[in-house]
């Protein structure tokens, strides 16, 4: 296995044990959904573009990244947008547009002196048509969190900003910006790509001129500078500095930025299959701990009018991938036995304080409720538990929110969960896997495993498989039916019984 990079002493000491970091990094976390962890990527590009810099961060070999990044904490913007509660009050209570504003700035209790709108908003109306319509596009508006938790979608530079607790002017809490995009920027850097991307993000994503991004910026008070008050956050964590993972991800970043289309509307297929890059990282992560050489894979089960045997295979695989983890943890954790530091402790003149300190350096072990006590083996098992318990709690529960949030995967009360892709999802891999204007359909089916390891069809069975686990019928009526779904979703035409063409209409520039 690949060395590991050495990991920064502050973050080793911020944790309780230092094990899911080591496997996968520091840290993948449940509670930041695919959308928070490609907004933060998106706020660490700005503070590093800012510099000149952005992935193109200078590092010697076998070392990692070290650079502090700044995120705007953008209080008067959010205010308006997202605590704001008189305004549609206000806006429909029949007053003269004077009288409007003055209730509204009356009622509005801030730190800041809106009145400025005045003079830059034709109509107390049409500011508010303005909030809404922030509020109603607004990234995961369905969600329950604080308005210091909300964020606007990313139209341009200014819309980025840091998540805060609910004193603002408080350290962040980092439950929603937990650092996974952190490593989603961290990835890209090593890829050998950046540059390429840094260029294409600055140009199609992040355009000071957009619209939108402009009315934003006239939403901010006079002199307001928005890189005030910022967050600062040293970069987190990647324990490997070159994988196979870096290069796909970076390969469908740079397939996707390069598609005739406007940069917002790139944004949704990115975080996607961004968040499925990073999966596959994990699953592989995992099996290299566990010592098994089985490359990952999804069984994708695409709707059906009755039960499949294909279900069954689907829930089983999503079983077995979500349980993986927890499985890499626990071999982790065992592979200290097999250091001679162990058997040298086991050796000492006191057996049980040797192990102890052995582990509590390796795994920098600091349990909340003290020092474990008993033999080597009764302290080895406390440690496990440890690890295994906090694992439990947020990353062992990665792959079953972020599949769902991407459309990977469906839920049913009684029936399980399984892999079946969503609309969106199909559109976005038609986007990134179709490289002309179309793509013969079983060559496209051979491209989602090659990829992504999405196993469809029959030919895709065996490769994942070894052979076919289920009956050869089930997986061509798998085919058949996302031909079909292709096709209402006017991505897919057949121009014979023998020639059916996936069809790519976002056409690329290249």
Partial sequence: MMARLEAPAKYQSDVNVWVDEAIWGHRFYNDQTPWLVFLEFLAVFRSRHGESVALNENTEEGSHETFTYYIPRSIPLRQLVFNNPH??????????????????????????????????????????????????????????????????????????????????????????????????????????????????????????????????????????????????????????????????????????????????????????????????????????????????????????????TLFDLSVENFSANRKLSTRAVRAYVESAKSQQEWKDALAARAPADAVRDFLTKRYAWNPDDGPAAGDPQTIFNSLRNYAEKRHQQHVAKVHGEWTRQIGLSVSRRGAGTWYSPDDSLLKALVMCTVDEDREEYHRFLAKLYNQFRLVVGVAEAEQAFGSLPTDQNAFMQNTQRLEQRLRTLGLLRRLSDDCAYVENPFRSCQ
């Fill in 87 to 308: 305004i549609q009050h206000i806006e429909n209570t029949g007053r003269s547009d004077s009288e409007r504003w003055n209730a509204w700035l009356k009622q509005f209790s801030s730190d800041f002196d809106y009145s400025y709108l005045r003079d830059r908003v034709e109509s107390f109306s049409r500011l508010a048509r303005i909030i809404e319509f922030f509020q109603t596009t607004a990234v995961e508006p369905h969600r329950q969190r604080r308005w210091t938790s909300k964020f606007l979608f990313p139209y341009g530079p200014d819309c980025l900003y840091a998540d805060l607790p609910g004193n603002v002017n408080s350290s962040p809490d980092r439950r929603f910006f937990a650092r996974g995009g952190e490593l989603l920027y961290l990835m890209l850097n090593r890829s050998g790509s950046g540059p390429d991307i840094a260029k294409l993000i600055s140009d199609k994503l992040l355009r000071e001129d957009d619209p939108w991004n402009r009315v934003i910026t006239a939403l901010l008070p006079s002199g307001h500078r928005i890189d005030s008050n910022s967050v600062s956050s040293t970069i987190g964590y990647l324990p490997f500095a070159c994988r196979q993972e870096y290069s796909a991800l970076a390969d469908t970043w740079l397939q996707l930025l390069k598609l005739d289309l406007p940069g917002e509307t790139l944004l949704d297929p990115l975080m996607r299959l961004s968040a499925l890059h990073m999966l596959l990282y994990m699953l592989r992560r995992a099996h290299e701990e566990i010592g098994e050489k089985t490359e990952p894979k999804f069984v994708l089960e695409i709707a059906a009018p009755r039960k499949t």
